[in-house]
């Protein structure tokens, strides 16, 4: 049983895969404050409310954008499988090629992602992952990586609004029933919710107009908000909510391979 972990600069996804499969995945705040002891505590805790015996893993991976989190979470993730934690970034022999002007800036969950959506469906892939930031990051079916667009996150850019806006209060992030609203809150929804969903469809169309190859990308959707946005944008195919689980998974098997 592998324990992966993916590192986002608001939340860290944890999951557990077994075989080919994510068997129990859980999701904690992102604090670089933790030190190891207390990642370990945590990390146990978790499995152990989970039902599942430390001793079962055999093996761990993480990919992270908070480098004050990596060392002390790969430590930890370390004592519980009894293996070196493989901590997977740009640097990763991943038989991805970088195609992009600064292939070592590129993120570990934008990497992992797009070794994920070529890995498991051999395609031309789109891969919209809507967390803090909104990423588009296009890949072959043979595993380049074209580059792609990052712009501001569905929530960040709800969460700004209602900071430096006296008197618009705090939304749910849900879609309103209608596009014209005839309540503040209705307003601020369809804004937020049907402008992200507008704004994903905008940019993968133009996407999709200089795409390099004669194929026509699949997109695929990811993120805590894909569910939210996916009913709304028509250019979504897909959401995997695993899929960067899955692409550690993949990761850890081509790199403890070599």
């Not at 972990?5 to 859980?26: F, S």
């Not at 093996?59 to 979470?73: C, E, I, Q, R, W």
Request: hydrophobic content about 45%; aromatic content about 2%; glycine content about 10%.
């Amino acid at each position: 049983m592998l324990l992966v972990a993916d590192v986002g600069n608001t939340e860290t996804t944890l999951g557990l895969c077994e075989g080919e499969a994510v068997v129990a995945h859980w999701r904690v705040t992102t604090d670089a404050a933790r030190t190891p002891d207390e990642v370990h505590l945590l990390l146990d805790g978790l499995l152990r409310a989970g039902g599942v015996d430390a001793r079962r893993l055999t093996g761990a991976a993480l990919g992270s954008v908070v480098p004050a989190v990596t060392a002390p979470l790969a430590e930890a993730m370390r004592r519980l499988s009894g293996q070196p934690t493989i901590v997977v970034d740009a640097h990763a022999p991943l038989g991805i090629t970088l195609a992009v002007d600064e292939p070592l800036t590129v993120g570990a969950d934008r990497i992992i992602n797009t070794l994920a959506a070529s890995r498991l469906h051999g395609v031309d892939c789109i891969v919209v992952d809507l967390g803090t930031a909104t990423t588009y990051d296009c890949i072959t079916a043979d595993g380049v990586f074209l580059g792609g667009i990052i712009q501001p996150g569905v929530r960040t850019s709800a969460e700004t609004l209602f900071r430096r806006t006296a008197k618009l209060a705090a939304t749910e992030l849900a879609a309103p029933k209608r596009v014209i609203g005839t309540r503040t809150d209705e307003c601020i929804r369809s804004g937020v919710v049907l402008g992200a969903a507008a704004s994903v469809d905008g940019l993968v169309r133009r996407i999709k107009a200089e795409w390099p190859r004669a194929t026509v990308p699949r997109v695929i959707a990811t993120g805590g908000l894909a569910e939210v946005i996916r009913p709304h944008a028509s250019e979504i195919e897909s959401v995997e909510p695993d899929l960067t689980l899955h692409g550690l998974r993949l990761a850890h098997g081509i790199l403890t391979a070599r």
